[in-house]
């Protein structure tokens, strides 16, 4: 069996690197820093936001903001790498990225994780409006009307609750969110988890299931929204992206509907990433790199 050794210690437990395969592709490169933003969220709780510069950054100038909202809700953002996610991919296309770890955030106490729990679209969304409020007001080179957010599962969730609370954003992106809380309920492999977060079944305690599905404020959705998911997601049935969609549509609303017949609850094929962030970039360059439309809060 042969296997690649890349690194070795040194003896101080420092990395030395055994091969230079990927330095010249490297040194081609810019990464930008993860840089720490603190704003005070509600009941005056500190959330902590990672923010990219994007590449070939000019403070003169105005740039267009992604704003990433992480899944779990039990997460973080962190200054790590990933395939799916990963901010720095973004900050490359010419975009400030803005990663906020509000209520239910891993990293910052037990409290601030349970806090969340049946509250998804209390304390959390008044954290995250804060948060990108602040970085608004500190950074001169945010275009506040040039603002897209982007999630997945519970951040999918978020970005169909945001839909129904705000109209502040030019564009929006869900990947495998909720749309009706009752009927996840019934459909997920992970039937542990809804009656942890709300508190019960949604018989026995119909209220919360009631307050926080997307579904019930579709009246109020107005923002150019692009749905994406996989037909062998039993987290949260392909079915819950379907609705979000019709829903859309019926509401007039500018939307489009990445299907994925092979891919689960993530993207993990690397044909179908390559084909996800084409899309998505597409979407995102069509609304925040034009003449921004006029955002009210």
Partial sequence: EFRRVLFRSAGDN???????????????????????????????????SFVLKPAGFDAKQKYPVL??????PQGAWADSWSYRWNPPLWAAQGYVVLAPNPRGSTGFGQQFVDEISGDWGGKVFVDLMKGLDYAIANYSWID???????????????????????????CLVNHDGGFD????????EELWFPEWEFKGTPWANPE???????????????????VIHGANDFRLVDAEGIATFTALQRRGIPSQFLYFPDENHWVAKPKNSIL??????DWLDRWLKKAPRNAKQ
């Fill in 208 to 226: 919360l299931y009631d307050k926080f599905s997307p579904s019930r404020y579709v009246a109020k959705w107005q923002t150019p929204t692009l």
């Fill in 67 to 72: 704003f990433f909202i992480h899944g779990g």
């Fill in 144 to 170: 506040p009307d040039r603002v897209g957010a982007l999630g997945a599962s519970y951040g999918g969730w978020m970005i169909n609750w945001i839909n129904g609370h705000t109209n502040r954003f030019q």
């Fill in 181 to 188: 809380e009752y009927a996840n309920y019934f459909t997920t």
């Fill in 14 to 48: 420092k990395p030395v690197p055994m091969t230079r395969l990927n330095e010249s592709l490297l040194g081609g490169l810019t990464l930008p820093a993860f840089e720490d933003l603190n704003a005070t969220g509600a009941e005056g709780a500190k959330i902590h």
């Fill in 276 to 281: 996800w962030h084409d899309s998505v970039l």
